[in-house]
């Protein structure tokens, strides 16, 4: 248990006691006969753990993390968030890793990259009730998908696009290359712009969701393409950095920017004028409700059966997509007034 706290320490985690290590008889059900694990009491003591990446994202605090630790105060369970601090995909497989043996009540994982497949099995396998949210990972086991269809906010942004620059023009877009879900944005945005002739798209870049690379990259599209007609974002700092760069070079309204996420830097941006349309997601939604999926899980909420486990039926939905939210200047005022209230 010392090795399991030093580890977690050292994984910048926002919640510092680890996962209690849950005996056999504190369940009702069987590892070596059931598909996951149930409970019919509800323990005070018992964990549910969100393990992601860059586990300090301001945007995953602000919206996954600060929900989830309203969700379990609302429960009366302890709720934990775990991770390394840096975008470090092996880092969090680790985290999942470590995890495991502590047989919490549920884990809420972030789909950050399809490696991470082969450690959610692993925790399944091990009988943990298991959500993943935000961003799918196929061939994973999941008990759970919950999160937004990344194709879908890639089609809207190329829809209003085109609509932003008359269906004519020279098109980029810039994300982290990659990743599953954003290629799949990447791919909607595309498949949309297909259907104008007169739109040409230039490509898409590698912003790694820095702000200072998304500024650099703009730049030097703007250098290299003068009649550079819009770009689109897909991930929280491709936003902020293509308006830093077309802000200075005196682009404003003339080059149409689009991007994901609605933080209040975002908001503000739509408000001045420099981002013309944000594709923001139900975070806080998908998070709770991915929450509520592992309690259901681990306390029979909704049996199906005698035994769900034992038959082989998981009680919640296997997939579900919460939708997306769109602002621009009509209704930017509205999103700003909450953001004021966070």
């Known amino acids: 248990m010392h090795k399991y706290i030093l580890f977690v320490l050292s994984l910048f985690v926002l919640c510092c006691e680890p996962p209690p290590r849950y005996e056999s008889s504190d369940y009702t059900t069987s590892l070596t006969k059931d598909k996951f694990v149930t409970s019919n009491e509800v323990s005070p003591t018992e964990e549910y753990v969100m393990i992601t990446t860059a586990v300090n994202l301001p945007l995953y605090v602000s919206h996954d993390q600060k929900a989830f630790l309203q969700w379990g105060k609302k429960m009366g369970v302890r709720t934990s968030i775990l991770g390394p601090s840096e975008w470090d995909v092996p880092g969090q497989i680790a985290t999942i890793e470590q995890v495991i043996p502590g047989k919490p009540a549920g884990l809420l994982i972030n789909g950050t990259d399809p490696g991470i497949a082969s ?34 906010m890639g089609r809207l942004q190329g829809e209003r696009m085109a609509s932003l620059i008359g269906g004519k023009g020279k098109v980029a877009c810039m994300g982290i290359l990659g990743m599953e879900n954003m290629e799949a944005g990447f791919k909607g945005l595309q498949e949309a712009l297909k259907k104008f002739p007169s739109i040409e798209f230039i490509g898409k870049y590698d912003d790694k969701a820095n702000v200072e690379t998304a500024a650099r990259l703009t730049a030097d599209l703007l250098a290299a393409h003068p009649d550079l007609a819009g770009i689109a974002g897909f991930d929280s700092n491709s936003g902020p950095g293509m308006a830093l760069a077309v802000k200075e070079a005196n682009k404003k309204g003339k080059v149409k920017l689009t991007t994901v996420d609605a933080e209040p830097e975002h908001l503000q941006l739509v408000k001045e004028g420099v981002i013309s349309y944000l594709v923001g997601q139900k975070r806080e939604l998908f998070t709770w409700l991915g929450a509520q999926f592992l309690f ?13 486990a034992r038959a082989g039926i998981v009680p919640i939905p296997r997939t579900v997509i919460t939708g997306s939210i769109e602002i621009d200047l009509s209704n930017v005022d509205i999103f700003l007034q909450n953001a004021g209230k966070k």
């Not at 994973?140 to 999160?147: A, L, M, P």
């Not at 259901?296 to 769900?308: F, G, I, V, Y």
């Open 296 to 308: 259901d899980m681990r306390h029979n909420t909704l049996p199906l059966s005698a035994n769900d």
């Open 119 to 152: 450690a959610i099995k692993k925790a399944v396998a091990a009988g943990i009730p298991t959500v993943v949210y935000d961003s799918e990972i196929p061939n994973s086991d999941r008990h759970s998908f919950i999160g937004s269809d990344w194709y879908e």
